[in-house]
């Protein structure tokens, strides 16, 4: 019952849908010896998770039984990726320590002397901050725990406020210096 004013491609058309034409042959079953439909899929090897082997549902199942994604590895090798799989094996770093720091790291500059130096010491593009905080506590690099501690327990005493008749810019003082301090023990800069 064909008109015949309409082409045959139209026919075509009416007579299978045209999804149904577009859906790919069924695949088989990539199990040797095996002639199922391979509907579900496997990844190849560990390496390779997103390419995958098509398999029927018993050899899917077989595949599965036997798959063992660390199979070859030593158990140091198992636990750095397991550590790695916190970051969905992407690069880290510990805070502070980033190439970008460096730059971040220092407070701005007054290039046009705004400021005329008022307020605490900044530091500048050639002076990191870690250099500003050990002069702060009078410390050179290279210092120890026990000279940070001793020196922070010296100026801490000598400015603080109680002693000073409640001062407020020995107040001032005291603050920078337990910025300096805790600064130097959070980056574990002594030696």
């Known amino acids: ?6 082409s045959a491609a139209i026919d075509a058309h009416l007579a299978r849908p045209w999804a149904e034409r577009q859906r790919p ?3 088989r079953c990539e199990w040797p010896g095996c002639d199922a439909e391979g509907r579900y899929r496997a990844p190849r090897s560990r390496e390779e998770l997103r390419n995958y082997r098509w398999l029927c549902l018993e050899h899917v199942r077989e595949h599965n039984r036997r798959w063992d ?7 140091e090798e198992i636990e750095r990726h397991r550590r790695a799989d916190v970051t969905w094996h992407r690069p880290s770093w510990r805070f502070g320590v980033r190439p970008a720091d460096r730059y971040f ?4 500059v007054d290039p046009h002397g705004i400021l005329n130096g008022h307020g ?6 050639e002076e990191p901050r870690a250099l500003v905080m050990m002069r702060r506590l009078g410390l050179e690099p290279g210092f120890t725990l026990d000279e940070l501690k001793r020196r922070f327990k010296a ?3 000598r400015h603080h406020p109680d002693l000073n008749g409640g001062d407020r ?3 001032a003082r005291l ?3 337990i910025e300096a301090y805790r600064y130097l023990l959070d980056h574990r800069l002594h030696a």
């Open 69 to 75: 994604y660390f199979a070859g590895m030593s158990p």
């Open 169 to 171: 810019a020995a107040e």
């Open 1 to 6: 019952m064909s008109d015949p004013s309409r």
């Open 105 to 108: 790291a220092t407070s701005f």
């Open 155 to 157: 100026l801490a005493k």
């Open 120 to 125: 605490p010491r900044r530091a500048t593009r």
């Open 25 to 27: 042959p069924p695949r």
């Open 175 to 177: 603050r920078e210096i």
